[in-house]
């Protein structure tokens, strides 16, 4: 997977692009792709091993034409060709010439920029998804109600897993409700005071855990009338005694979080595709 990892990344993102003149993006954003995005990407090369990473556009448009470029983060970026709006959706062609040909095809949702792109990686089928949001202004002066939300779940989010890291299970024993299903795609499913038992257990250990979200991957959704879900990926590492930290899985969540009397806990957990 390792060895897949560098490869993809290389073709795929290996040129370095300085993008100037790119505006940030409005915060209503509506109808421009002017700006940039930041988020996940997924690409499934052509031996099936999913590679999670993250992504970064850097976009200009003017009238339907679409310049800019993409890549893992702001130093590492290749340009793209016939970029395109039409409407809400955009489409380019990423041709890195060193085997790499995708085709992206992207839709603008619920303030997402998001899609899937397929193409040939040295001569075999890949697949790729990409979600992005705005990179926004550093001092927005409207703050829609679906971003109080994202926020709120995001402290939440570094609240819990910072107790997490500490082995604070005071803290984690307060985050979660009395009739928390935490669903686990190799352990099945836990109750709350199972779910307790084995933090406790964990932590005892001698092997420190470490987790650390996927920058980019953060999605939250409201409920009405009950809370929000909250949608990511995330690593977790190992420490054992006298040994360097090492990458132990990555896995996919779902956390659903409900607010009752002004305090938020999560109610039911999803944790897959573990790898």
Do not use: C
Not at 182 to 196: I, P
Not at 246 to 264: N, P, Q
């Amino acid at each position: 997977m390792h060895r897949v990892l560098r490869t993809t990344i290389i073709l795929l993102f290996g040129a370095v692009f300085v993008a100037e003149g790119v505006a940030q993006l409005p915060v209503d954003h509506q109808e421009s792709f002017t700006g940039k995005w930041s988020g996940s990407f997924e690409i499934t090369p052509p031996d099936g091993k999913v590679v999670h990473d993250s992504a970064v556009l850097i976009l200009k448009q003017s009238g339907t034409a679409v310049t800019g470029s993409i890549g893992q983060s702001d130093d590492k970026q290749s340009a793209f060709k016939d970029g395109r709006a039409d409407g809400h959706s955009l489409q380019f062609t990423l041709d890195s010439g060193k085997g790499m040909h995708l085709e992206f095809h992207l839709l603008l949702v619920a303030g997402h920029l998001k899609g899937s792109a397929s193409g040939t990686l040295q001569g075999g089928i890949v697949t790729a998804s990409i979600d992005t949001k705005p990179v926004s202004s550093k001092n927005p002066t409207i703050v829609s109600p679906e971003q109080k939300l994202y926020n709120q779940v995001a402290r939440l989010d570094k609240a819990m897993f910072d107790a997490y890291n500490r082995r604070d299970l005071a803290v984690l024993k307060s985050m979660f409700t009395e009739d928390l299903e935490f669903y686990h795609d190799k352990s099945g499913l836990m109750s709350y005071r199972q779910s307790m038992e084995s933090f406790k257990k964990n932590f005892q250990g001698q092997t420190r855990m470490r987790r650390q979200l996927v920058e980019g991957s953060l999605e939250v959704y409201p409920i009405a009338g009950y809370g929000a879900v909250e949608i990511g990926v995330h690593k977790f590492y190992s420490t054992e005694p006298n040994q360097k930290e090492k990458l132990t899985a990555t896995a996919k969540f779902v956390h659903v979080w409900k607010k009752a009397k002004g305090a938020w806990k999560i109610a039911r957990v999803v944790s897959y595709d573990h790898e």
